[in-house]
């Protein structure tokens, strides 16, 4: 069965730089699994939710990536936010 690729919004930490998920509780969280998944279609109206408060944001350039939840488990659809998520593939 193919899984329905949906969309996140991550950025980094503004204080230490570490990888964050904007979560359904509309906080943000250092676990993908927490990350709040949405139809690419909601994609951008959930990226404007993260992005909206009093400046500054708890963190830096957030934007939209592609990613399936598989048995629980967010994954992330590209290498690039796996390494993001996961560490080094080493």
């Known amino acids: 069965m193919t899984q329905d690729t949906e969309q996140l919004v991550t950025g980094n930490r503004l204080r230490d730089g570490v990888p964050v998920y904007f979560t359904m509780r509309q906080d943000w969280s250092p676990s993908i699994d927490e990350a709040s998944l949405v139809a690419s279609d909601a994609g951008e109206a959930l ?7 009093a400046p500054p ?17 967010v994954r992330p659809s590209s290498l690039r936010e796996r390494i993001r998520a996961f560490g080094p593939s080493v």
């Open 47 to 53: 990226l404007a939710t993260a992005q909206a408060g």
């Open 57 to 73: 944001l708890p963190v830096v350039a957030p934007y939209l990536a592609d990613a399936v939840r598989e048995a629980g488990h």
